[in-house]
């Protein structure tokens, strides 16, 4: 008897185990594709650089209230209008031996500069990298710079030796709290907690990330309990989640906005702001947010800007639904009623994208006679055409956002010389090249109030909505709201 006692307490000592061990797993739902973990071929938050950012380190780090924070970089300091100073860590160092030093962050300053590189435009100012010594690396910018700490968040740093003779894209060794376990591209990443991490123990043992394109089946997975965090789905199915009591689920205001972007550099849209504000004109955006978002969303103030940015501007309101307008202008433009144009929508990446493009596409047939026919991709082909490719159609549905929630990151994806653009205006550049020019917080504003303007008047997308950020969390997890859209790990505990 005594024997079968001592054995059950042992199985239930292992059961104990293991149960706490899968207490300790994260898992995290997201809506599309990691398409790469090499984290200077992606600017995309909400997948490839959330997944990245628990796997290597940056100089400097953002928390979920948006303040910014020592990383691998103790202390930072503006020693003239064009050179800044970074006090670095010593002893860290990447699993092979080779360590985190001023070297490491010169080079990896040089590849994000580089031509292959898909963050280059953020990096553009930087003229020159000087290694002080093994812990101090000083940045000297072109110009001024006055954002490059809040942009150096997003520069994880890679080993060199080890990039050398690896694939980046699909593996992975960096200085981050955790570790790459697995990565089975559109199905999974699993990552563990890494050991002697220089930063201390990570909050879970396993990080879970499943690729769940489906808002329904991201739904149903958070009722389940199969997944601990989830967002991008429908509305009306907060009350659905709530009800189930395993789950919560809420709205927030948003830093993302909704926008149609225009190819124009290529007809019918070039040369033809009058044909880029007659579809302005045409749609009704209230409308849209009412229907398709509850009222959760907000109509964008003629710009890309939210007013959570550094550098919105006050004084511009949403161009009003007007058809009669819409028609006078789609007049002057020179383009026929019965005219077919090509929309690109990603699939199951966006929030209600392809019900907000079929309204978009709605409400212009309605109102101009303009025929809008709509392609849906998979997110990575849709990535591949619009920036690799740099074939984008003459209308794309884009939703976009900057973490460092300053203009001069956001409109940067509007500069003359980023790949992002599409539209190659220097009155607009040379706004931005103001804004960006000078350390005094006042002349930057001005700066950025007559950038927004000229977008506005010039139009090269539709302005759309401010999107809500729907989210679900178990109920065995709290999660420390952010409007970033970052998904870290570092931001979730375990409910005791």
Same mark, same amino acid.
């Given at each position: 008897?005594?024997?079968?006692?001592?054995?059950?307490?042992?199985?239930?000592?292992?059961?104990?185990?293991?149960?706490?061990?899968?207490?300790?797993?994260?898992?995290?739902?997201?809506?599309?594709?990691?398409?790469?973990?090499?984290?200077?071929?992606?600017?995309?938050?909400?997948?490839?650089?959330?997944?990245?950012?628990?796997?290597?380190?940056?100089?400097?780090?953002?928390? $979920?209230?948006?303040?910014?924070?020592?990383?691998?970089?103790?202390?930072?300091?503006?020693?003239?209008?064009?050179?800044?100073?970074?006090?670095?860590?010593?002893?860290?160092?990447?699993?092979?031996?080779?360590?985190?030093?001023?070297?490491?962050?010169?080079?990896?300053?040089?590849?994000?500069?580089?031509?292959?590189?898909?963050?280059?435009?953020?990096?553009?100012?930087i003229d020159q990298v000087q290694v002080v010594s093994p812990t101090v690396v000083r940045i000297r910018t072109r110009q001024p710079f006055p954002a490059l700490p809040e942009q150096l968040s997003m520069l994880f740093l890679l080993?060199?030796?080890?990039?050398?003779?690896?694939?980046?894209?699909?593996?992975?060794?960096?200085?981050?709290?955790?570790?790459?376990?697995?990565?089975?591209?559109?199905?999974?990443?699993?990552?563990?907690?890494?050991?002697?991490?220089?930063?201390?123990?990570?909050?879970?043992?396993?990080?879970?990330?499943?690729?769940?394109?489906?808002?329904?089946?991201?739904?149903?997975? %958070?009722?389940?309990?199969?997944?601990?965090?989830?967002?991008?789905?429908?509305?009306?199915?907060?009350?659905?989640?709530?009800?189930?009591?395993?789950?919560?689920?809420?709205?927030?205001? $948003?830093?993302?906005?909704?926008?149609?972007?225009?190819?124009?550099?290529?007809?019918?849209?070039?040369?033809?702001?009058?044909?880029?504000?007659?579809?302005?004109?045409?749609?009704?955006?209230?409308?849209?947010?009412?229907?398709?978002?509850?009222?959760?969303?907000?109509?964008?103030?003629?710009?890309?800007?939210?007013?959570?940015?550094?550098?919105?501007?006050?004084?511009?309101?949403?161009?009003?639904?007007?058809?009669?307008?819409?028609?006078?202008? %789609?007049?002057?433009?020179?383009?026929?009623?019965?005219?077919?144009?090509?929309?690109?929508?990603?699939?199951?990446?966006?929030?209600?994208?392809?019900?907000?493009?079929?309204?978009?596409?709605?409400?212009?047939?309605?109102?101009?006679?303009?025929?809008?026919?709509?392609?849906?991709?998979?997110?990575?082909?849709?990535?591949?055409?619009?920036?690799?490719?740099?074939?984008?159609?003459?209308?794309?549905?884009?939703?976009?956002?900057?973490?460092?929630?300053?203009?001069?990151?956001?409109?940067?994806?509007?500069?003359?010389?980023?790949?992002?653009?599409?539209?190659?205006?220097?009155?607009?550049?040379?706004?931005?090249?103001?804004?960006? $020019?000078?350390?005094?917080?006042?002349?930057?504003?001005?700066?950025?109030?007559?950038?927004?303007?000229?977008?506005?008047?010039?139009?090269?997308?539709?302005?759309?909505?401010?999107?809500?950020?729907?989210?679900?969390?178990? $109920?065995?997890?709290?999660?420390?709201?952010?409007?970033?859209?970052?998904?870290?790990?570092?931001?979730?505990?375990?409910?005791?």
């Amino acid at each position: 008897m005594r024997r079968i006692v001592q054995i059950s307490l042992a199985a239930w000592l292992l059961l104990a185990s293991v149960h706490a061990g899968a207490e300790r797993t994260l898992t995290i739902a997201l809506s599309a594709n990691v398409n790469t973990l090499d984290p200077h071929m992606s600017g995309t938050v909400r997948t490839d650089l959330s997944v990245v950012s628990h796997l290597y380190s940056p100089l400097l780090r953002r928390d $979920s209230k948006l303040k910014l924070h020592p990383c691998v970089a103790t202390s930072w300091v503006a020693l003239n209008a064009t050179t800044w100073e970074f006090h670095l860590r010593s002893g860290i160092v990447f699993p092979d031996s080779e360590p985190l030093d001023a070297e490491t962050v010169a080079w990896n300053l040089a590849r994000a500069r580089s031509a292959a590189s898909r963050i280059r435009p953020w990096f553009a100012p930087i003229d020159q990298v000087q290694v002080v010594s093994p812990t101090v690396v000083r940045i000297r910018t072109r110009q001024p710079f006055p954002a490059l700490p809040e942009q150096l968040s997003m520069l994880f740093l890679l080993a060199p030796r080890w990039t050398q003779h690896h694939d980046p894209a699909n593996a992975a060794m960096g200085t981050g709290p955790y570790e790459l376990a697995e990565f089975v591209s559109g199905d999974h990443i699993t990552l563990r907690a890494r050991q002697r991490f220089w930063g201390g123990r990570p909050g879970f043992d396993r990080v879970l990330f499943r690729i769940v394109p489906e808002p329904e089946s991201r739904v149903a997975a %958070l009722i389940a309990g199969e997944v601990d965090f989830a967002q991008s789905f429908p509305v009306e199915d907060i009350g659905r989640i709530r009800a189930s009591h395993r789950a919560n689920a809420a709205t927030i205001a $948003s830093a993302r906005s909704i926008i149609v972007k225009f190819n124009t550099l290529q007809p019918p849209f070039k040369n033809n702001p009058a044909l880029r504000l007659a579809l302005n004109c045409a749609i009704n955006k209230q409308a849209i947010n009412n229907t398709i978002l509850s009222g959760a969303g907000r109509v964008l103030d003629c710009q890309m800007l939210t007013p959570e940015y550094f550098g919105f501007n006050p004084d511009l309101h949403p161009i009003e639904f007007d058809p009669r307008r819409a028609q006078e202008l %789609l007049r002057k433009s020179g383009v026929r009623k019965g005219t077919v144009i090509d929309m690109d929508v990603p699939v199951g990446t966006y929030f209600a994208a392809s019900e907000i493009a079929q309204a978009v596409a709605g409400q212009i047939e309605d109102v101009l006679g303009i025929g809008i026919r709509i392609h849906e991709l998979d997110f990575s082909v849709y990535m591949r055409k619009y920036v690799k490719a740099h074939a984008m159609a003459p209308m794309m549905y884009i939703t976009q956002a900057w973490p460092t929630l300053d203009a001069d990151g956001l409109l940067t994806l509007f500069a003359p010389d980023s790949p992002y653009a599409y539209w190659d205006d220097k009155e607009f550049g040379n706004r931005l090249q103001q804004g960006r $020019s000078t350390l005094d917080p006042q002349a930057r504003l001005a700066a950025y109030r007559k950038a927004t303007q000229r977008m506005c008047s010039e139009a090269p997308g539709l302005f759309l909505l401010a999107e809500p950020l729907v989210y679900g969390v178990s $109920s065995r997890v709290r999660w420390d709201v952010r409007k970033d859209e970052w998904i870290q790990a570092d931001d979730f505990t375990l409910v005791k």
